[in-house]
């Protein structure tokens, strides 16, 4: 079974600087999909950014990028410029690329980010 | 374009009361599932669904029912309500077998007293 970890409970950060959440996994699967999800105070769950297993290239969403290290089974979120908007819940999660009933999301335990001005 | 809703949002419980939270879609999404949120834990898949008609146990499906009549709706039935059961409950969405990240609904948070 896939199992998602993140071994940061809580961050701390200070305004317009960068941080790095950590994020690893493990499968025995060739084709998945990795995710960042934000979760601010307000509950609701936000896609942050995307990684597909087979695409070499880092994925990039404005101030967020992932370091996506596929021998390691490491996906690590950066977020630059951090604002205190970006102060939240992180998860990070898994899916599987092959559909049906592998199609579940398997989250990690969170990673709560502190946004000091 | 609604997205993903869920009702109701806060509801308290006693123990041993049944009740059913309500989730729709309007995305024709295949997939469904539910999700309980508890401090230090992520979230956890309760029960899913491939399609109308079909529906399987997640990670901790215990004291939870589900059913799938319709591609938009999914509801979730908690039979004999317990205290181990106060969590926030989240239901999602999603295309199967793609990059899309799933939708989610903004949460259902139970107390049973």
């Known amino acids: ?117 | 374009n609604a997205g993903v809703t869920q009702t109701p949002k806060f509801q308290v419980l006693k123990t041993g009361q049944s009740m059913t939270l309500q989730c729709a879609q309007d995305m024709n999404h295949e997939y469904m599932s539910w999700y309980r949120q508890d401090p230090g834990m992520g979230l956890r898949l309760i029960h899913y669904s491939v399609g109308a008609g079909i529906t399987d146990q997640g990670e901790v499906p215990n004291g939870y029912n589900v059913s799938r009549s319709t591609t938009e709706d999914f509801p979730l039935r908690l039979l004999s309500a317990a205290p181990s059961q106060t969590s926030v409950y989240f239901c999602a969405s999603s295309w199967g077998g793609t990059v899309d990240g799933y939708t989610f609904g903004s949460g259902t948070r139970l107390t049973v007293v």
């Open chain 1, 1 to 117: 079974a896939q199992t998602v970890t993140q071994s940061q409970p809580e961050m701390s950060v200070q305004e317009a600087e960068t941080v790095t959440l950590s994020c690893t996994y493990d499968t025995s699967e060739s084709d998945y999909y990795l995710f960042w999800y934000k979760q601010p105070p307000s509950r609701q769950m936000i896609l942050v950014i995307r990684q597909e297993a087979y695409k070499q290239q880092n994925a990039t969403e404005n101030r967020f990028s992932v370091n996506f290290q596929k021998a390691a089974k490491s996906f690590s979120l950066k977020i630059s410029d951090s604002q205190l908007g970006d102060a939240a819940m992180y998860f990070c999660a898994y899916r599987s690329g092959y559909g049906g009933a592998t199609n579940k999301l398997i989250f990690g335990t969170g990673t709560l980010l502190a946004v000091q001005p």
